[in-house]
């Protein structure tokens, strides 16, 4: 016997009643949760954003055939010229500081112990700028170490070497000041008191206690190179340190010079060729980054003392050029 279903019709051939209403999934306490809860409208995962990179690019002049085994990466005989004058004024800066510093170079030494690494590590931190006083901004802001405060650097112009980044504030200066609180002394903090160590270890160990947040390769290598020179601690680079930046423009201009990108023969290229010119490898630092930069733009990090002849002299012997061309090697 046929049955009939509450709309009146067959209820095989009934259309209303043949569709199933939605069945709610059970959760996982074992009741029903509402169909429409059943599934989760799709989210699609935010792009990732793209960082901030600026890329510049270094001018090149152009090939005139030069070929030398100590810079392989350069072509230009002008080019080569221009790097015997950088390392001739580096050689010289480097020389000043220990003689006879200028401006701030020369209270920080004076002072010694903790306020003179203080002033030291504020030089290499904030950078002189260039001008008729690369030092005024961080006169104005410098403050004394055994007062425990930190310096006030809104609005303080920073030099072109300069570590600080005004987005992260004073973060970098109260973990420095913090770890060397810690330690009990600045130079214990940097690890540069440690009698077992050779005046090259000690360096290399400051270098290391020095990746603070925000403290790049630049004024870190200052730094201990600026604290070396005016004999605030008992330590002296054995190389450029630059596999701790690869971004870093002393970095990267060491690389087209050399010739090559992987950090441990650039190490030793950079240090055979401070060899053969007769400079401090710590003179390569400044040198590299000046000969990157527009001619006439050079970065004195304040000093001011004229580029050594006599290493001039060396260099161009090294690169094989002369005032008039290259030479024969």
């Not at 060729?273 to 710590?282: D, F, M, N, R, Y």
Request: contains cysteine; glycine residues 10%.
């Amino acid at each position: 016997m046929p049955t009939f279903c509450r709309h009146g019709r067959l209820e095989a051939n009934c259309p209303i009643c043949s569709k199933k209403e939605p069945v709610a999934p059970r959760s996982r306490s074992g009741g029903r949760r509402p169909a429409a809860a059943a599934k989760s409208p799709s989210r699609k995962r935010p792009a990732a954003r793209a960082g901030h990179l600026h890329v510049r690019r270094m001018a090149r002049a152009q090939d005139d055939g030069y070929d030398n085994w100590a810079v392989p990466g350069l072509r230009a005989t002008v080019e080569a010229g221009r790097l015997a004058d950088e390392l001739a004024f580096a050689a010289a800066r480097l020389e000043q500081l220990r003689a006879d510093p200028p401006g701030l170079y020369a209270d920080a030494a004076a002072a010694g112990g903790e306020e003179g690494l203080w002033l030291a590590f504020l030089i290499a931190y904030l950078s002189p700028t260039e001008g008729e006083d690369p030092f005024a901004g961080i006169a104005a802001a410098r403050t004394a170490w055994a007062t425990g405060e930190l310096p006030d650097l809104e609005g303080v112009a920073l030099g072109p070497r300069a570590g600080h980044d005004p987005a992260r504030g004073l973060a970098t200066l109260t973990a420095y000041r913090a770890r060397a609180e810690r330690a009990g002394s600045q130079a214990a903090a940097l690890a540069a008191d440690e009698s077992s160590l050779n005046p090259q270890r000690r360096f290399e160990r400051a270098f290391e206690r020095l990746s603070l947040p925000g403290l790049r390769r630049a004024p870190r290598y200052e730094f201990l190179v600026v604290a070396s020179r005016l004999g605030l601690l008992d330590a002296e680079p054995l190389s450029l340190l630059l596999g701790a930046d690869p971004t870093d423009p002393t970095v990267l201009a060491a690389k087209r010079i050399l010739g090559i990108g992987d950090a441990i023969n650039l190490q030793r290229r950079a240090g055979e060729l401070a060899s053969e010119a007769g400079v401090p490898i710590a003179a390569l630092d400044l040198a590299f980054i000046n000969w990157s930069r527009p001619p006439g733009d050079r970065i004195t990090a304040g000093a001011t003392a004229l580029a050594d002849a006599a290493v001039r002299e060396r260099a161009a012997a090294v690169l094989g050029v002369t005032d008039e061309g290259p030479v024969e090697n």
